[in-house]
T-cell receptor, first 111, second 116 residues
Framework: EDKVVQSPLSLVVHEGDTVTLNCSYE??????LLWYKQEKKAPTFLFML????IEKKSGRLSSILDKKELFSILNITATQTGDSAVYLC???????????FGTGTRLQVTL | NAGVTQTPKFRILKIGQSMTLQCTQD?????MYWYRQDPGMGLKLIYY???????DKGEVPNGYNVSRSTTEDFPLRLELAAPSQTSVYFC???????????????FGEGSRLTVL
């Protein structure tokens, strides 16, 4: 059975801190790994990673994939209260682009 | 573009009732999906479709049915609703794996269903 595990489950930080969110996976077939941010409603797309060692960056967010060790990290620097959300990691197992999701990391950024 | 539109946004059902969650997309995406999300959990795949007339089961299909008569529409039918089906349901779509596919799954806003 395909599995995606995220850690920590939840995290409370102060504004300005840097956080690292972890995602490990065990799947029979790997096409890509995706990160989504979920606030109150539907998830919104952050990154898609397909190759090891290549960092994807968008503003204060960055992510990298290690296909040998089967994990990815999402870094957020200089956190802001608007970063408070659940961050979901998902793996595209290649068949019809179906995604297997982790349970998410709930990040709360306080003043 | 409207993107992915789901209706209704909220619904309360009694045990044993049936209903259909509607989903339509205007991006000409081949692939469509229904996911459910229970509190504090990630999303689990219920059913998916790779094109009109083709549907297949996901991870948690029991108690649900789908159809895909057109590229745009992918309704999810709940028969004999049970409390275990209380959840938030998301419809999503994406292009098939071509250069048009950036990996971004487009989600509807979700339908919160409560079965009492």
């Amino acid at each position: 059975e395909d599995k995606v595990v995220q850690s920590p489950l939840s995290l409370v930080v102060h504004e300005g801190d840097t956080v690292t969110l972890n995602c490990s996976y065990e799947v029979t077939n790997f096409r890509s790994l995706l990160w989504y941010k979920q606030e109150k409603k539907a998830p919104t797309f952050l990154f898609m990673l397909t190759s090891s060692g290549i960092e994807k960056k968008s503003g204060r967010l960055s992510s990298i994939l290690d296909k040998k060790e089967l994990f990815s990290i999402l870094n957020i620097t200089a956190t802001q209260t608007g970063d408070s959300a659940v961050y979901l990691c998902a793996v595209d197992t290649g068949t019809a682009s179906k995604l297997t999701f982790g349970t998410g990391t709930r990040l709360q950024v306080t003043l | 573009n409207a993107g992915v539109t789901q209706t209704p946004k909220f619904r309360i059902l009694k045990i044993g009732q049936s209903m259909t969650l509607q989903c339509t997309q205007d991006m000409n995406h081949n692939y469509m999906y229904w996911y459910r999300q229970d509190p504090g959990m990630g999303l689990k795949l219920i059913y998916y479709s790779v094109g009109a007339g083709i549907t297949d089961k996901g991870e948690v299909p029991n108690g649900y049915n789908v159809s895909r008569s057109t590229t745009e529409d992918f309704p999810l039918r709940l028969e004999l609703a049970a409390p275990s089906q209380t959840s938030v349901y998301f419809c999503a779509s994406i292009h098939s794996p071509t250069k048009l596919n950036t990996g971004e799954l487009f989600f509807g806003e979700g339908s919160r269903l409560t079965v009492l």
